[in-house]
């Protein structure tokens, strides 16, 4: 939205969520990307480590890849996508209203509970491939044939059709 400085990228496992915001992140010119920290919690869940990183960059917009790391799975009395350390949730809620000087875009595989009711937070879920977009992934692979048939075995997975693709 208009007014959003937290910007959750939710869906599943292998949907291409890192993928989109790789891309978003190769469009911007050298300057502006200098000026993105970008996290993998995936590579590095140590949240003091990237506290510490965080504190010594200056920069415009944060990216938290992999972010469903810091969050409940809702199996241990927590409600599912609840971000189970506080300095993070007050980061988070800090970039929401304005007090942090950085926007922050996570990609997870929950929606961000306990933090997504703040203003200035937006949730998006990432939709499945279409199958027309699953046959041009396949068909970047170099495969031929009946594309179409196996673009609809994926069922709209990415890293599914990009697997099956390499293959």
Known sequence: GEGARVFALVGLGGAGKTAVVAAALASLDPASRRRVFAWSFYEDPRV???????????????????????????????????????????????????????????TTRFDLSGVDDAEGVESVALPPLTEDEAARVLRGWGLTGDVDRLARATGGHALSAAMLGSY
């Not at 480590?49 to 944060?62: I, M």
């Not at 409940?72 to 000087?101: H, M």
């Open 48 to 106: 003091e480590a990237f506290l510490e990183a965080l504190r010594r960059a200056a920069v415009v917009a944060v990216v938290l890849d992999g972010f469903e790391v810091l969050q409940s799975d809702g199996r241990t009395g927590r409600a599912r996508g609840e971000v189970e350390d506080g300095r993070i949730r007050n980061l988070l809620r800090g970039s929401a209203t304005g007090r942090n000087a950085f926007g922050v875009v996570v």
